[in-house]
């Protein structure tokens, strides 16, 4: 059964012979397939993402062998994370300071979510025009 | 809705989008958007994607985007009618006028100053709490509701005061959102609307005065 990591409104399937758990809430990912599905490589300069690198202070804390502690990683970028290995699932959230500054700078940011229909809407297929976003829920 | 709806039919030829967003199942929510006859993007949020994006914390939520894809009115817990005004206080007539006002002459619009210091602000535990909340979602839609529940759990001690997570999960965990477990929370002083102190529209009661604003 594969592992699944949800990233950033993204769900990333991951092949188990990728994956170790060696105890719970603990999940090691192979270096190549955490490339493939969050974009990050490890390089000796840190970890990086285009052309974006985060200095890792504790390498020995992120890499084991051929693999990355996701745990590590998300601390390296300080995101929030969690792992439930037993459930084989893990996610990445945004850091309070990235969201803060997100929202600090009054840009709107774009979404993509579908009507009743199934039909797919975005944000900024309303671009020229003035929105309200209007937030509802039945409870 | 049913008022987004004819607001959208008063105002769409005018530039105006309402963008209704339901932080719902989609089967929560039907009735809703089917009663409204929407033609309006009336859209279904399962997974809080916009509650993370926007950090919305309570509904209703309605934040004013102008047409350069900028927030020029942040989070307001407002009302499109005065079902619930005994319990908010707010009426809903003012604050539509603001919006029609906002529509044809732009007024309204707030400054980038005082919009920051209105946003509600994430911290670190609110974060890891939409975290927690989308483990559970997943967890929840592959049917494995039990895995999903200490994560549920987790996510609502985390932002007790974040009623889309903590309120907004009752549904999700065979809870009654308007049942004793609701009130319980309420009694205990954790769900004191998460919003109120922040929102930047306070319309008069007296429906003779004038909208206020800022």
Sequence with gaps: ?139 | MPVWQALYEELGSEGFVPITIALDRAEDARPFIEASKATHPSLIDEAHRTAELYHIVNVPTIIWIDESGRICRPHDSQYATDTFTAFHKKLSGPYLDMIRDWVRTGAGAMSAEEIRAHQPIPDEASQLARVERAVAWHLLQDGRAEAAEPHFERAVELAPKDWTIARGSMPLRGGNPFGPEFFALAEKGKFDYALEALTPTHAPEDPEASPGSG
């Design chain 1, 1 to 139: 059964m594969e592992y699944t990591i949800l990233d950033d409104g993204r769900t990333i399937p991951v092949s188990a012979d990728a994956v170790t758990t060696p105890e719970p809430g603990r999940l090691l990912i192979e270096a190549e397939a955490l490339e493939a599905s969050l974009g990050w490589e490890l390089k000796p300069e840190g970890l990086c993402r285009g052309d974006v690198c985060v200095p890792v202070r504790d390498r020995a804390a992120l890499v084991e062998g051929a693999r990355i502690d996701l745990g590590a990683f998300a601390e390296v970028l300080g995101r929030p994370v969690v792992i439930d290995s037993q459930e084989r699932v893990a996610a990445l959230g945004t850091a309070a300071s990235s969201q803060a500054a997100s929202m600090a700078s009054l840009d709107a940011p774009d979404f993509e979510l579908p009507d009743l229909a199934g039909r797919l809407h975005t944000l900024s297929e309303h671009r020229g025009k003035k929105a309200l976003l209007i937030a509802y829920a039945s409870w």
